[in-house]
């Protein structure tokens, strides 16, 4: 194991995970939906509305699984410095992608993607592409299902994360203990529709599980 594994794993053992677990606390709806991490590749979908998102969905799963786990975040926010482009790498295991794509084919595009995928690890995407001020689910864009495309072997599990915005919303600095929510839906796999088409499903999906969390609200 190199030293970038061997820092990831003890940053969530020793920080991220007891963060998550004794100060904040998370809810699970359909956790039996969760990829195998070690069995398989897979592409988890969420909504993003904070940088917690992120930890905490890799919070998820064992320690040992998360190594083979990858957020794909702006290259150009999250790898416009050397020191960013080192932690993020290094303790989040994160492929960067551009945002301005300008003729860039999307086979190179999503080259590092398509790699951890045929690998058999998982991925983590938000295709809203940029983190949301309230409730409000923006439209998805087409570059997950281009993914799923590439990958139709590969499950793409929709998921619903409610906290995260109040734990650390966008612009602050500091996390408030707020216990969060995620809901995980049954896999889907590419069905060979128009990307626009299967990325619609995917976001309706998002959602219905959203849905599901107000209807919870308001028993």
């Known amino acids: 194991m190199d030293y970038k594994k061997i820092l990831r794993y003890l940053f969530f053992l020793f920080i991220v995970k007891p963060y998550i ?3 904040l606390g998370v809810n699970v709806s359909g956790a039996n939906n969760l990829p195998k ?3 398989s590749a897979s592409i988890i979908v969420a909504n993003h509305n904070s940088h917690v998102d992120t930890l905490l969905l890799m919070s998820l799963f064992a320690t040992s699984d998360i190594l083979k786990i ?5 290259a150009d926010y999250f790898c ?6 080192f932690f993020f790498k290094t303790f989040l295991g994160l492929i960067p992608l551009k945002r301005k794509i300008g003729k860039t084919p999307k086979e190179e595009l999503f080259k590092e993607i398509n790699e951890a995928l045929k690998n058999k690890e998982t991925i983590i995407i938000y295709p809203e592409g940029t983190r949301g001020n309230d409730d409000t689910i923006k439209a998805f864009k087409t570059g997950v299902s281009h ?3 590439m990958n139709p072997e590969v499950p793409v599990i929709p998921v619903y994360i409610n906290g995260p915005d109040r734990i650390l919303p966008k612009g602050a600095f500091f996390w408030v203990p707020f216990i969060a929510d995620v809901y995980v839906s049954e896999p889907v796999y590419y069905d060979g529709s128009p990307t626009k088409i299967f990325t619609k499903l995917i976001e309706d999906k998002v959602q219905t599980l959203k849905e599901e969390h107000k209807k919870r609200e308001e028993l």
Do not use: E, F, R
């Not at 990858?70 to 702006?74: C, E, I, N, R, T």
């Not at 416009?80 to 482009?85: F, V």
């Open 80 to 85: 416009n410095t050397k020191l960013k482009t």
């Open 21 to 23: 677990y004794l100060v």
């Open 147 to 149: 993914i799923a495309q």
């Open 37 to 39: 991490i070690k069995k």
């Open 70 to 74: 990858h957020p794909v975040a702006a």
